[in-house]
């Protein structure tokens, strides 16, 4: 029986949705492929392009990386507490009653080999994709407002199928037809869409919309937008370290329910991690720790019916957590991860490989002008 995942890993499952789309595009391509040639929509094997500048910086989508600013901001600064050579992660200071909290999150799938099932069969490849998220919260006392910024999916294509889209769209174009439709990249139909949520002292309630897909998003969110507000800044963490002030070297291991520290919805396992620093995060003061370990996660039923179960191992990895409040702002992990996917019990699908994620978060308080 699959175990009830957390809100946060739903939202990861949302981006990571895209890449079933994309693995079965891997998986059908080259019975496609083939059709096609037949067909003479694409060129055999030995058909040559240039690849053009606008090709290479495609293929390069994969280490796009925006570069973060590790300097702590002067005023949040003076709030750090240090005691005895060591740093209190402190839980003592009260919230802003206005945060804007902007979420980033990448996945990258470096060639992951997949072996599923198909309409042509079993089939094996590699895949390499990016997912990248971008969600904006923005909490004032008892209202929430949750934005879309981003969500798209992308598949690092070879510069051979550069070439044969490049082929196919000269050759549709020739007959009078229009190119054919990009599938390597999916980019998710909540970009830019917002939902509000407002909480009167009888529970959280979704704003009205007339909006079909953001009516549907708000239903989904909004039994879970307590949970929501925690897994992403809103509100301090349920569990954090304790009075003992932290210095340089200083070890923690996680286990069994403190892995939520760091992953939600790990089962079992464990992650060893040390204090290697401070830095800012988004000019935030955060204390860092290294971390590697390796973890069962909950299986969790996807939007297909299918039950999927990961093991995940963390080769290297950092995490920034705050010096100031109990929040995570920042994580960066290289993973390898073995995830079976099961329908009525039997196998249908392994996907193996190194993961690379990471998230920055952007915390901010609102403060309200003098008028």
């Not at 002067?74 to 009653?97: E, H, Q, S, W």
């Not at 039950?307 to 080769?315: P, S």
């Not at 993973?335 to 920055?360: P, Y």
Request: charge should be neutral.
């Amino acid at each position: 029986m699959a175990g009830k995942v957390s809100r946060s890993t739903k939202q990861i499952l949302s981006v990571l949705f895209h890449i079933v789309v994309l693995i079965s595009m891997v998986l059908i391509y080259d019975a496609g492929k083939l059709f096609s040639v037949k067909l003479g929509i694409i060129e055999a094997e030995n058909q040559k392009s240039d690849m053009t500048a606008e090709d290479a910086m495609d293929m390069n989508f994969m280490e796009h990386e925006e570069t973060l600013e590790t300097k702590i901001d002067r005023a949040l600064n003076k709030l750090i507490l240090k005691v005895d050579g060591g740093y209190l992660l402190r839980t003592d200071l009260p919230f802003p009653p206005h945060l804007k909290v902007v979420v980033t999150e990448t996945k990258k799938l470096k060639k992951v080999r997949i072996a599923g099932k198909s309409r042509f069969g079993d089939e094996i490849d590699t895949l390499s994709a990016r997912m990248d998220d971008v969600t904006e919260y923005e909490m004032a006392g008892k209202a929430v407002r949750v934005t879309k910024r981003d969500n798209v999916s992308r598949r690092l294509l070879s510069i051979q199928e550069l070439q044969q889209i490049e082929v196919a769209a000269e050759k549709a174009i020739a007959a009078g037809l229009p190119a054919p439709e990009r599938t390597d990249k999916v980019v998710d139909k909540l970009k830019g869409k917002a939902v509000q949520f407002n909480n009167k002292g009888k529970g959280w309630a979704a704003v009205p919309t007339t909006e079909f897909i953001t009516r549907s998003w708000a239903s989904e969110l909004e039994p879970n937008i307590d949970e929501i507000l925690t897994d992403n800044g809103l509100r301090p963490a349920k569990r954090w370290f304790g009075r003992n002030p932290l210095k340089l070297g200083s070890k923690q291991k996680l286990s069994g329910a403190s892995l939520d520290l760091v992953i939600k919805d790990a089962a079992s396992g464990s992650l060893d991690l040390e204090m290697i620093g401070v830095e800012g995060v988004h000019g935030h003061p955060c204390a860092v720790f290294s971390m590697e370990g390796s973890m069962t996660m909950k299986p969790y039923e996807n939007d297909l019916g299918q039950i999927i179960e990961t093991e995940t191992t963390v080769d290297e990895g950092k995490i920034w957590f705050s010096l100031l409040y109990p929040i995570v702002l920042r994580k960066e992990m290289d993973t390898i991860q073995s995830t079976v996917t099961k329908e009525s019990g039997k196998k249908v699908g392994i996907q193996q490989g190194a993961v690379e994620d990471t998230l920055h978060v952007n915390w901010k308080a609102v403060n309200r002008k003098a008028k």
